[in-house]
């Protein structure tokens, strides 16, 4: 599985090392991930249909002068797959994920650009043999939303102010014998 909605991106750029000052002087990594502009007027759509999963983003003006607006999804059916795979340990094993991406484009005048981004995916999945308990349950999502304006002094001097908040949650249980059931999770 691809880790992101390829139709929803303009690019990725990895630091490993030497990171830039405009990403606040990190001691470790960045990955930055970008979405596309939406700079044309016109609806628009792309996807694909998988063996395991299927994809679907469409991009729409909203009136003659509003904002442009992208929504993206993912989702797999491989929980569905999985069971149809008959005399197998795979049959009792359970994964899924599924993702949404939204953006929205306003111009403001000629000098200004205010984009609305969010991003959410939550993933589950069931193993039987992962552990000494069997049927372990795990899942985890992350929900990401962000606002940047965009400023144009002149044709040298652009400026940009980004504000954004990140949440990431993980749970991992277990509830087949009520003796040995715990539920750990974190946010």
Sequence with gaps: FFVFNSDALSGMDLYKSGIPASYGGRLSSVFDVKTRNLNERKFSGSGGIGVV????????????KGPMLMVGGRATY???????????????????????????????????????????????????SDTLLSYTDFSYSNKVLSVNWKHTFN??????????????????GYDVLPTQAFRIDFG
């Design 53 to 64: 999963t299927s994809r679907l983003t469409l991009e729409t003006p909203i009136g003659k």
């Design 78 to 128: 491989s929980d569905y797959v999985l069971k149809k795979i008959t005399d197998s340990p795979l049959q009792n094993n359970e994964a899924s994920f599924y993702d949404l991406v939204a953006k929205l484009d306003q111009k403001i005048g000629d000098k200004d650009e205010i984009s609305v981004s969010g991003y959410y995916s939550f993933d589950k999945f069931q193993l039987s």
């Design 155 to 172: 044709e040298n001097w652009q400026g940009n102010l980004h504000a954004g908040v990140t949440q990431y949650d993980y749970d991992i």
